[in-house]
């Protein structure tokens, strides 16, 4: 009977993205001057799986560039080439192009067979054109550390040869199969000269990122799902948690003495449903290390472009967050650390004109704070230049005066088109980046603040809820109608006074507040919403801050505090404008969820009007 081995292209697709990355990560922190020998055996198998696979299922181009890629790494790690400079450059690139053929693979995009070509040519020269110096080192064996995929080949013999594979029984199947090793006497891990990396929680080694610890016997601690699958999985727990909810609205009015039984029940059912909650919702959860991973090399490569010597440090890289928030934040992270690189890092001769170290230092740091993750990106150069950002924003016509603070001032570097720099570089300098920044870590519910010390350095912090599947919510009521404010964005609430009321125009639209003068958004204006509270001091005032701005939204009362499960309103129903979803409270009605972003926008865009 034959088998479509097509059923397994997604197992293999996803593998091999592993060992890419694997791949990745260990190429930038090898120490070419000293390259430690399990390293390059590490980098070695992940090649040689790559090809083993890719050779399995037809893909002849990623089994023709790995084939000739693992020659060479054969040949450095057994000592017969020395490591050279170029030939980390060519890896890495090696590592792009077999990213492209696997996208393509996918369904995204075409295979550039000219590409593989060039590649296969370039990764040739440097087998055959450098001189062959046998090096004298001590190369341990190829240790079978790392899993070995359902469809590797068997490793290659170093040394000495490999054990062989021991056989899965049939309740320990799985497509990863343990390889037993031999001891090795540990070689120390050797300083990096590209870019230093350093961790300070203990983390899974590199070479054993793609597969989680075993337990004994040789049986699986962890599995592929779909991620779909996951996400029904989520919305059918919400449901549970909004029936619990409407079954306690229900049975409040019940006899608590008459009904014990009942109550007691029901108090279980709420514990039982918020644990099942929390522990569905820990599957979606990810070590803010997969998208930390990245920045090794991004950092090698654009200080190698811009002639700067950068450290790179990252902390906390075990924080987990949702995976739909790790797939969004990869780009605003990019941009900032791109950001800190271009225009933070001073020149090495720069810095030490300053009587700093040629060496520049960036800092990821992840944690979790409040219920949120907060997710820094620091750096140790030359700080934002107060007098430059407020002439620039002169330049473009931005309302702006001496007297404004230095976080409102840092604030102006998010405004759309808005650069510093004096010539315009392919790295950056068009004024397009920082505004995208903030407005896509806003559309996660999150908000990024900016903190400077003109020769210290400058700190970029993002705060983001640790999930958008759930949330902390403020109810408020405007008439008969019940809406949900995300708690992050509430700064205060507060009843007003006639006095702090102004007028402008014969409209009040502005309140003062703590010295500041706030535009007013009037939510029964907003939806139109009949039999509401209209004088301003006679409602309630919730002071929203949202992007740098601040607004007060006029409602009736305050209702309470809840955490509610998020329904997409535009999937089933349309967009509608100021709402950016939906829930159903314990009543079984569904409250609308405010998007303060755009409330506040639409408060902010009536301020020019207003002067």
Known sequence: MSIDISQFYQVFFEEAQEHLN????????????????????????AAHSIKGSAGTFGFTDLAEVTHVLENLLDRIRKGELALRPEMIDAFLDAGDVLKELLAAHRGNGVADTAQVAAMCERLSGLTVSVAEVPIVTTVAPAVADDSWGLFDEAPAAATEPAPAAVPATDDSYGFFVDLPAPEVAAVPPAPTLAVARTIAEPAVAVADRRAAPRVGGGGETSIRVDVDKVDQLIN?????????????QSAATLDPVEF????????QLERNTRDMQESVMSIRMMPISVVFSRFPRVVRDLAQKLGKQIELKTIGEGTELDKSLIERIADPLTHLVRNSLDHGVEMPEERVAQGKAPTGTITLKAYHQSGNIVIEVGDDGAGLNREKILSKAREKGIAVHDQMSDNEVWLLIFEAGFSTADVVTEVSGRGVGMDVVRRNISAMGGRVEIE???GIGTRMTVRLPLTLAILDGMSVAAGKDIYIIPLGYVVESLQAERNMIKSVSGVERLIQVRGEYLPVIALYEIFGIPDTVTRLDRGIMVV???????????IDALVGQHQVVIKSLESNYRKVAGVSGATIMGDGHVALILDVAALVQMAKSTLPLAA
Request: charged share 20%.
């Open 22 to 45: 694997s791949m990745e990560s260990l190429l930038v922190e090898l120490d070419i001057g000293n390259p430690d020998a399990e390293q390059l055996n590490a980098i070695f198998r």
């Open 236 to 248: 059918l727990i919400g449901e549970l948690v909004i029936t619990q909810a409407m079954l306690a």
């Open 260 to 267: 014990e039984r009942l109550h007691n029940g029901l108090a």
């Open 452 to 454: 400077s010390m003109t």
């Open 544 to 554: 929203l801050e949202a992007d740098g701005v601040k607004a007060a939204l006029f």
